[in-house]
Nanobody, 121 residues
Framework: QVQLVESGGGLVQAGGSLRLSCAASGRTFSSYVMGWFRQAPGKEREFVAAISWSGGSTYYTDSVKGRLTLSRDNAKNTVYLQMNSLQPEDTAVYYC??????????????WGQGTQVTVSS
């Protein structure tokens, strides 16, 4: 069992930065792929990024490549999503997830409650 708690969301102007954190409980954290998804108002939840259990491999959706960086610290049971050059279209609730991994939400078993990111123009 893994419990996930996101933090770090907020309101930022276009071009600004935020760092989201996802703290996990459970001794098996390091065995899971960790992913981030987001859901904007009126839209379906979409994949943002994922990181392998070791942190050696990362995957990003095309729209965030070069702007977002995902990392993890298995000693702290935490993953970090550094978000730079934010744009209004990045506005969404961001969810952290843990599981076997992939770019589809059904490939993740555990989910956080979400954190709101709002980017003003």
């Amino acid at each position: 069992q893994v419990q996930l708690v996101e933090s770090g969301g907020g309101l930022v102007q276009a071009g600004g930065s935020l760092r989201l954190s996802c703290a996990a409980s459970g001794r098996t954290f390091s065995s899971y792929v960790m992913g981030w998804f987001r859901q904007a108002p009126g839209k379906e939840r979409e994949f943002v990024a994922a990181i392998s259990w070791s942190g050696g491999s990362t995957y990003y959706t095309d729209s965030v490549k070069g702007r977002l960086t995902l990392s993890r610290d298995n000693a702290k049971n935490t993953v970090y999503l550094q978000m730079n050059s934010l744009q209004p279209e990045d506005t969404a609730v961001y969810y952290c997830a843990a599981g076997p991994g992939g770019s589809s939400d059904y490939e993740y078993d555990y989910w956080g409650q979400g954190t709101q990111v709002t980017v003003s123009s």
